[in-house]
């Protein structure tokens, strides 16, 4: 049997196969942040499509942590958790598996969005996306976010998912502990690696605490940043054995860069066209800063894209690989069946992720199983990406063409 369709086991979670869709936001929920019928169709395509396991886009743990894209799913009341049940029943209806990201957005969102004059980080360092001083988060304002995380685990637990991920990488706010380029904190919350890492190991206890023993916890984490002091392999191995230590993790799932690192966590293509029609401000400029823009500006920022490669965090999976008994998930740049399978055989990593191939091909996992195709067709122009700002996920390969 080829290793990409052998059966896995996160946890006490059994999975069909090893490919799993990575979360992407989807920007599909109602205004209070409850998961609507829409967001259900979205997702019954990648079941139908032979997808393993769902991983929800990123789902707001609280009200000042929320995103500013387009719509995001919340899970910071009880009074979601009935929309929440709906959804992941009709999931269970057609067998398929889903699990839900938590996340609190820290300084990569707008004031405007959280409802509070600053936003709030591990550190007052500002993100060079989103430029807004964040303000830095006192000891009591710590603990009441390592609540809501596990309240949120718990609501997702209630719900019927069958894991809860938590988010701790691509700049959000766990990621900004962990690495020194956004934690400048002197307390025991900042300086060395343990007293970085120590937010996610008391999460991660407090979440393991508010579901019991038996349900599916994992985390997301980046393998690398784009900042010179950002996040580095060697530090990403030695955060996963941290969190292999707490006993209260079931997979850990590798990533890499945050929003100000350009297209580090994507790779691939400059979205120009995407920016200028999709993303706040550059959709509302005038016709000669988008001139500006796409004669002068982009041409410089697309040759100092990092280089698409396939699998690109997976090196530093095969590390992890070593250094922990945990499944590890590999996402980014997974694109042909050959590369996947080897890297599962070889033993570098026990499953692979996807975001941006399946929004062209939801059925890519039955299209490599009955053989139909090898390779998804994922060109990477990043589209998707930049317009999650302003509308609802789905692939745009199409509608540029020509440009
Ligand atoms: C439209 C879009 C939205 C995303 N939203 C999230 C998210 O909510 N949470 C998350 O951890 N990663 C998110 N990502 C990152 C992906 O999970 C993934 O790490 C990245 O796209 C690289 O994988 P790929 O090469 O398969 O696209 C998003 C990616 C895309 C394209």
Redesign the pocket.
């Known amino acids: 049997m080829e290793a990409l369709f052998s059966p896995g086991r996160i946890g006490s979670l059994e999975l069909k196969n090893r490919m799993i869709r990575?979360?992407?936001?989807e920007g599909l929920a109602d205004r209070s942040g409850a998961p609507t019928e829409r967001q259900f169709q979205f997702y019954k395509r990648f079941i139908e499509g032979g997808i393993g396991l769902i991983?929800t886009?990123?789902a707001g743990i609280m009200q000042n942590g929320k995103s500013a894209l387009y719509h995001m799913t919340m899970i910071d009341s009880d009074d979601l958790i009935p929309a929440h049940r709906t959804m992941v029943n009709n999931i269970h209806n057609i067998e398929g598996k889903i699990a839900l990201?938590i996340?609190h957005c820290g300084r990569q969102t707008l004031s405007s969005e959280t409802g509070e004059a600053t936003l709030v980080s591990s550190s007052s360092v500002p993100n060079r996306f989103y430029k807004e001083v964040p303000r830095e988060l006192s000891e009591p304002e710590i603990a009441e976010i390592i609540e809501n995380f596990a309240a949120a685990a718990r609501r997702a637990q209630t719900a019927g998912y069958d894991g809860v991920?938590l988010?701790a990488?691509?700049g959000y706010l766990l990621s900004t502990f962990l690495s020194r380029h956004s934690n400048k904190r002197t307390d025991r919350w900042g300086g060395h690696l343990e007293n970085r890492f120590r937010i996610v190991g008391e999460t991660l206890r407090a979440v393991r605490d508010a579901v019991g023993r038996d349900y599916p916890v994992f985390i997301?984490l980046n393998s690398f940043e784009r900042a010179r002091d950002g996040i580095r392999p060697d530090e990403c191995v030695r955060f996963t054995r941290m969190v292999g230590d707490t006993g209260c993790c079931d997979a850990i799932e590798l990533?890499a860069g945050s929003n100000e690192d350009s297209f580090y966590?994507?790779?691939g293509k400059f979205p120009a066209e995407g920016i200028l029609k999709y993303l706040r401000p550059y959709c509302k400029m005038g016709r000669v800063g988008k001139f500006f823009i796409r004669h002068a500006v982009s041409p410089v920022l697309s040759k100092i894209q990092p280089p698409f490669r396939e699998g690109y965090n997976l090196e530093t999976a095969a590390r992890v690989k070593k250094a922990v008994s945990l499944p590890v998930i590999t996402?980014?740049?997974?694109?042909s069946k050959a590369f996947m399978e080897a890297a599962i055989r070889e033993g570098k990593t026990d499953f692979v992720?996807?975001?941006?191939?399946?929004?062209l091909e939801p059925d890519l996992a039955n299209k490599f199983k009955t053989g139909e195709s090898s390779v998804a067709r994922?060109d990477?122009c990043?589209i998707?990406?930049v317009?999650?700002d302003t509308v609802p996920?789905r692939c745009h390969k199409d509608e540029f063409r020509g440009r």
């Open positions: 990575s979360a992407s936001h991983i886009g990123y990201q996340a991920q988010h990488a691509h997301k990533s966590m994507a790779r996402v980014g740049g997974m694109r992720s996807m975001a941006r191939p399946l929004l994922c990477n990043n998707c990406f317009a999650t996920i």
